[in-house]
């Protein structure tokens, strides 16, 4: 059958399952809309203020299901807005399709009228990238993007298509959805090998990253910490695969984690790294990293082994199989002492001091678990109350905490907290949790949770100051506080309001009870403004390029 290439970006949408797509609409892609009008009963399409905030919604969509989150921006500026969204979903292998309209064929390279060359742009922040030429190739393009978003190491994929493609016509065959193969490079002697080291070790320790998160299933690594009976310590992105309070669960790792989980590390003979890469917020200092241990480094993507620290044995593939394929090799054991010891240093972990009249990050936390129950979806910006979520949240499901971790992007938060709400329905609990400074970024989402209902609750833990970089100035800078203190006189309260969102006002424990528990009845969109201490500070704190002998705690 013969279809435009809008009927075209249509069907393959739905052919490849999207529901659900996040955008803003413009002159180049004005035939996409159009189409997308007459099959809204087919596919969702969510409005929200600005560009950047849908490519957050969209990885916020896609972390919260698994799914591959879509967005759709118009040429020029509409483009370009994607770009700090697209590197996000890079950095933290976040499965995107981003489509973009552009100028005529005719006009590319002419310095048209809202014209950017896209794909050269983001080449460097995406899997893959394409400028659909001819509108024969539209379809399997979008096919391909698909398949490469999920394939393999997950990641965006961005598809620039000329506005005379979408009017073009040609011949369509519907096609079903290509099956992604999962990667499975490794050598079963080296299988044989991991499982070797493993049951040899006497001081064992499991380090995951996100990669955990994004593999077939998270119960091997289970298994094999109940089987071997190993403590596991995991990074930022990996935070509530372990559920709070699991006996094995030594906490976060790395320039925030606990005391006892860098310090476990540092003493292990055996640790085994999976879907993780030795990030430098981790291995702070590579040469000393685990230097006591041998390194066995599992990860889907080739080009992470060895690369930060080296290690004695990798295998590749998704960690899911891997695991599983090592298990039966496992024998049955205890590590009485090497738990015994652990539990020794978890005793000089750092612990904050409560207050009943002033407002404390770890009891604020505390009282949002207290409410909102385990099953809550928590989603946060960039800076120190990211590190406090990290430490404090009680975490239950893997995907239950989105943040931004290898870009660190501030202003992440509400644009992902839409897109979670959008995936997961009505019903669920999204909780995003911010600074007043990362929030200032991307507030105006505000318009987009009261436009479509969506009973968010933020959480602003406002020092009314810069406060991460602010904590370094302190620590290392002399206290010379240059440009962290930025004299704003925002009224949270007035601006939500404004917006058409519920507003709260809250400076004591007491406060933050009695407004939370009426949040947790709204049927829209809340924000709590929660005054804290400008110096209060996230730790512990390793510095860079120290280790855990360095480490900071008051």
């Known amino acids: 059958m013969k279809l435009t290439g809008s009927q075209i970006f249509v069907e393959v949408l739905v052919e490849q399952g999207v529901d659900t797509l996040f955008g803003y609409p413009g002159g180049a ?3 996409l809309y159009d189409e997308l009008y007459k099959n809204s009963d087919r596919i969702r399409h969510v409005l929200t203020a600005h560009e950047q905030g849908a490519s957050h919604a969209a990885d916020g969509y896609a972390r919260a299901t698994g799914r591959t989150g879509v ?3 118009t040429s020029g500026p509409g483009a370009t807005n994607l770009v700090t969204g697209i590197a996000t979903a890079y950095m933290d292998s976040v499965p995107m399709v981003a489509f973009t309209g552009n100028v005529a064929t005719s006009m590319l390279g002419k310095d ?8 050269g742009i983001t080449m460097p922040i995406t899997k893959h990238n394409y400028t659909v030429r001819r509108v024969e190739d539209l379809a399997d393009t979008m ?5 490469i978003a999920q394939s393999g190491r997950k990641g965006p994929v961005l598809v620039d298509i000329p506005k005379d493609i979408t009017a073009a016509t040609c011949e369509f065959t519907p096609k079903a959805p290509e099956l992604i193969r999962t990667v499975t490079c490794y050598d079963e002697d080296d299988v044989l090998r991991a499982a070797e080291l493993i049951n040899a070790a006497e001081r064992p320790l499991i380090y995951f990253g996100g990669g955990v998160c994004s593999a077939a299933g998270c119960q091997p690594l289970r298994d094999l910490l109940e089987k071997a009976d190993i403590p596991a310590t ?5 935070a509530g695969v372990l559920s709070y309070g699991e006996p094995r669960n030594l906490g976060m790792l790395g ?7 860098n310090k476990a590390i540092d003493e292990a003979d055996l640790v085994i790294a999976v879907g993780t ?3 430098d917020r981790v291995a702070l200092k ?6 006591r241990a041998k390194i066995i480094q599992i990860d889907i993507d080739p080009s992470e082994l060895g690369k930060n620290v080296a290690v004695d044995l990798s295998l590749t593939g998704d960690a899911s199989y891997i695991l599983q394929a090592v298990l039966p090799h496992i024998r049955p054991t205890e590590h009485t002492a090497w738990r015994t010891q652990i539990a020794a240093w978890q005793k000089n972990d750092y612990k904050p001091t409560d207050s009943d009249t002033e407002l404390k990050p770890h009891q604020i936390i505390r009282e949002i678990c207290r409410q909102a129950g385990p099953d809550a979806v928590y989603v946060t910006d960039v800076g120190q109350h990211q590190m406090w979520a990290a430490q404090y949240l009680q975490h239950t499901k893997s995907r239950g905490f989105l943040t931004s971790g290898g870009l660190g992007t501030m202003g992440f938060g509400y644009g992902a907290a839409i897109g979670a709400q959008m995936a997961l329905g009505p019903d669920a609990r999204v909780v995003m949790l911010t600074g007043d400074g990362s929030f200032h970024m991307n507030l105006n989402e505000g318009c987009t949770a009261v436009s479509y209902g969506l009973p968010i609750i933020t959480v602003i833990f406002n020092n009314q100051v810069l406060g991460m970089v602010r904590q370094w100035q302190t620590t290392f800078y002399g206290k010379r506080y240059s440009d962290t203190d930025p004299q704003r006189r925002t009224d949270f309260v007035k601006l939500a309001e404004g917006f058409g969102a519920k507003g709260y006002r809250a400076a004591t424990p007491a406060e933050f009870k009695a407004a939370f528990a009426d949040a947790m009845q709204q049927r829209g969109p809340s924000w709590i403004d929660c005054r804290i201490g400008k110096d209060e500070k996230v730790l512990p704190m390793i510095p860079g390029g120290g280790d855990v002998n360095d480490i900071i705690m008051k």
């Open 277 to 279: 890469r030795f990030s």
């Open 286 to 291: 590579p040469e000393t990293f685990a230097r």
């Open 143 to 147: 096919r391909a993007a698909f398949r």
């Open 112 to 119: 048209s009228f809202q014209e950017a060359y896209i794909e």
């Open 234 to 238: 995991y990074t930022l992105m990996a």
């Open 29 to 31: 892609i004005l035939n």
């Open 71 to 73: 967005v759709l921006a």
């Open 255 to 261: 320039m925030h984690g606990c005391y006892a989980a």
